[in-house]
């Protein structure tokens, strides 16, 4: 059974400083990130981090009315991971996130493209998205991120487990929820 517990402060202090530099259109966006034991597997794959938007009828509950993302991250992976993988996989996570404050709305990011590498050593940039890619590809450089200085704006916490037990207990117990607008949820019970 999957265990999870609250991310560590070095995963929240690492997304603030990205979203200050990489992606300010999250300022105003609430985001938690929670740790689960080892990586969920999909299609085969291990899934080292995965961001997803809360739903309103589970921002009804008050541990999580003001959320609009919550991010997992695999803590066996990421004690694996050096320091600019750790901003990779946290970067990565938030390029998913779409947030526009002034309708207060939170939405998915698909990615830029997706392709197996045996078509690309096989076929090349074949298509318009990954030769686009191609030049990013060229100049990509691995070193080290620059220094991110800049004061974050974002609000960044940890999701505890005991937040998701309660909710859970809520929903077990047959509290009513109920969505009008998706501004507008209210539980009752």
Same mark, same amino acid.
């Given at each position: 059974?999957?265990?999870?517990? @609250?991310?560590?402060?070095? !995963? /929240?202090?690492? %997304?603030?400083?990205?979203? *200050?530099?990489?992606?300010?259109?999250?300022?105003? #966006?609430?985001?938690?990130?929670?740790?689960?034991?080892?990586?969920?597997?999909?299609?085969?794959?291990?899934?080292?981090?995965?961001?997803?938007?809360?739903?309103?009828?589970?921002?009804?509950?008050?541990?999580? @009315?003001?959320?609009?993302? !919550? /991010?997992?991250? %695999?803590?066996?992976?990421? *004690?694996?991971?050096?320091?600019?993988?750790?901003? #990779?996989?946290?970067?990565?996570?938030?390029?998913?996130?779409?947030?526009?404050?002034?309708?207060?709305?939170?939405?998915?990011?698909?990615?830029?493209?997706?392709?197996?590498?045996?078509?690309?050593?096989?076929?090349?940039?074949?298509?318009?998205?990954?030769?686009? %890619?191609?030049?990013?590809? *060229?100049?990509?450089?691995?070193?080290?991120?620059?220094?991110?200085?800049?004061?974050?704006?974002?609000?960044?916490?940890?999701?505890?487990?005991?937040?998701?037990?309660?909710?859970?207990?809520?929903?077990?117990?047959?509290?009513?929820?109920?969505?009008?607008?998706?501004?507008?949820?209210?539980?009752?019970?």
């Amino acid at each position: 059974m999957t265990k999870y517990k @609250e991310a560590s402060r070095d !995963v /929240i202090t690492t %997304a603030q400083d990205l979203i *200050a530099v990489y992606h300010p259109q999250l300022a105003d #966006a609430n985001i938690s990130v929670i740790f689960r034991d080892e990586p969920a597997i999909s299609k085969g794959m291990e899934v080292w981090g995965k961001v997803k938007t809360v739903p309103a009828w589970l921002r009804a509950f008050p541990d999580f @009315e003001d959320l609009h993302f !919550v /991010i997992e991250i %695999a803590e066996s992976i990421w *004690a694996t991971l050096d320091s600019n993988q750790r901003k #990779a996989l946290i970067d990565h996570e938030l390029c998913h996130c779409k947030y526009d404050s002034d309708k207060e709305k939170a939405s998915m990011r698909a990615h830029d493209f997706e392709e197996f590498t045996e078509i690309v050593e096989r076929r090349g940039f074949w298509n318009p998205k990954l030769f686009m %890619a191609r030049d990013k590809f *060229a100049q990509a450089v691995q070193d080290e991120l620059p220094g991110l200085e800049v004061k974050p704006k974002g609000n960044v916490s940890a999701l505890s487990p005991e937040a998701v037990t309660r909710t859970q207990k809520l929903i077990d117990e047959g509290a009513a929820v109920s969505v009008s607008k998706p501004e507008k949820v209210e539980v009752e019970g």
